[in-house]
């Protein structure tokens, strides 16, 4: 069992920054890939950012240049740093962990952030 614990979510105005944290805990024996998606009001689940266990990072189009993925691996820590928020990219984010070896995906319970114009 993987359990993943988000944090840092909140309500800002344009423009502003907010910082994601995602703790990995429980049976990982290896990661192979750790992200952030989210979901907006009436909108499918996207992809944010990610980062394989080759370094490799992959970027939504539209947070490239405004939002930073990085990783503690000895810790199995993701964070996401959100810089210049407009109000769509307002949506619940989610933690996303995938093992190497089982190739089991886990899913955090989701924070909230809202980005007020």
């Known amino acids: 069992q993987v359990q993943l614990v988000e944090s840092g979510g909140g309500l800002v105005q344009a423009g502003e920054s907010l910082r994601l944290s995602c703790a990995a805990s429980?049976?990982?024996?290896?990661?192979?890939?750790m992200g952030w998606y989210r979901r907006a009001t009436g909108k499918q689940r996207e992809l944010v950012a990610s980062f394989d266990r080759y370094g490799t990072t992959n970027y939504a189009d539209s947070v490239k240049g405004r939002f930073t993925i990085s990783r503690d691996n000895a810790k199995n820590t993701a964070s996401l740093q959100m810089n210049s928020l407009n109000p769509e990219d307002t949506a619940v984010y989610y933690c996303?962990?995938?093992?190497?070896?089982?190739?089991?995906?886990?899913w955090g319970q989701g924070t909230q952030v809202t980005v007020s114009s």
């Open positions: 429980g049976s990982i024996s290896s990661v192979f890939s």
């Open positions: 996303n962990v995938v093992l190497r070896f089982t190739g089991g995906s886990y």
